[in-house]
């Protein structure tokens, strides 16, 4: 357990999860504490980087493609390139992994066609790159719409979840986002609980016009509310990822098992040879060792397995990681 996260802030993660934008005196009535208590722990959590809530779209919802990008670098080169990666938009969850000599990231484009011109131009033609491989993303198991952090997640019971899940009527509806949609979710990127007025603003739409828009996009499933997290506030000190090779037969078996695993925050199936992609997130190094050498190494269908412990995170969802 962390030192700088206690329970209430622990059931607090958890009710932002059920839902990011529920009014801090529904969740502190659901949690039996007062308003004040609620809206000072969740700043405190903000301004320490421990969780804030963010704003994500499901990009198949949106008709979008999302990229997982590996990008081999001199070491030297790393984190100038990763800064540069994190600064565009569209990109998230930038990092350093391999003693610095490859940086992971997430890039969104508008369509499988017209892959964003980072991918084929800009960056093989930067000094010391000296390798990029893109692999579309199929489907994810963990960590769009589903909560990844297993540890921040037990603090609620079922009838307290339900008192602040949000109405949904998910569907498999393409939703194409309009210019003042894009607006709307950059601002919700960086701050998934900021008020309609800031909304309005940014898209030029009345505030009542900017609530049914952001109610609809949610209530469809074309946008989600998270939580970002910073692992090692609360206690997860280790954080691998892993790409595993699997026969196509069992992919969706072998996803969803892993995505049951308590130690995995985020994994996905993706287009390559190494076609399950996954984020281990546990207390320490021995900790995830002996997590590869039981789970990991109880399933059979895994026929070759690479690690890379992450050194640096520069960019957190669309977050900028100060530092």
């Known amino acids: 357990m962390s030192a700088e996260v206690d329970d209430i802030d622990r059931a607090l993660i958890h009710a932002l999860e059920v839902d990011g934008r529920a009014p801090f005196s529904k969740i502190a009535e659901v949690l039996g504490v007062s308003d004040q208590t609620i809206a000072r722990r969740y700043r405190r959590l903000r301004a320490e980087s421990i969780a804030k809530v963010v704003a994500q779209t499901v990009p198949w919802r949106v008709g979008q ?19 540069a990666l994190a600064r565009r938009p569209r990109t998230y969850w930038v990092q350093m992994n391999s003693g610095g000599t490859e940086i992971t990231c997430v890039a969104q484009s508008t369509s499988p066609e017209e892959p964003d011109n980072l991918l084929l131009h800009q960056l093989p033609k930067t000094p010391r790159v000296i390798d990029v491989t893109a692999h579309s993303v199929l489907n994810v198991f963990l960590g769009d719409e589903s909560f990844g952090y297993a540890a921040m997640s037990d603090f609620l019971t079922a009838d307290q979840v339900a008192a602040l899940r949000p109405p949904l009527s998910i569907t498999d509806e393409i939703v194409p986002l309009e210019e003042a949609d894009q607006g709307m979710l950059a601002v919700l990127e960086l701050d998934g609980r900021a008020g309609f007025a800031e909304l309005a603003k940014a898209t030029g739409w009345s505030e009542s016009r ?114």
Not at 65 to 83: D, F, G, T
Not at 285 to 313: G, M, Q
């Open 65 to 83: 493609v999302r990229w997982y990008l590996r990008i081999k670098v001199e070491p030297s080169a790393a984190l100038s390139v990763a800064r």
């Open 210 to 323: 900017v609530r049914r828009r952001l109610e609809a996009l949610r209530e469809c499933g074309a946008m989600y509310f998270d939580v970002d997290i910073n692992s090692a506030a609360v206690g997860l000190t280790s954080e691998t990822q892993m790409w595993m090779s699997v026969a196509p037969s069992e992919i969706q078996r072998t996803g969803e098992i892993l995505a049951s695993h308590p130690e995995i925050v985020f994994v996905a199936a993706m287009t390559g040879t190494a076609n399950i992609g996954a984020t281990a997130c546990c207390r320490d190094v021995p900790a995830f060792y002996r997590y590869l050498t039981t789970k990991i190494a109880s399933l059979p269908a895994i026929k070759h397995i690479e690690t890379a412990p992450v050194i640096r995170t520069v960019k957190r969802g669309a977050t900028l990681v100060s530092g």
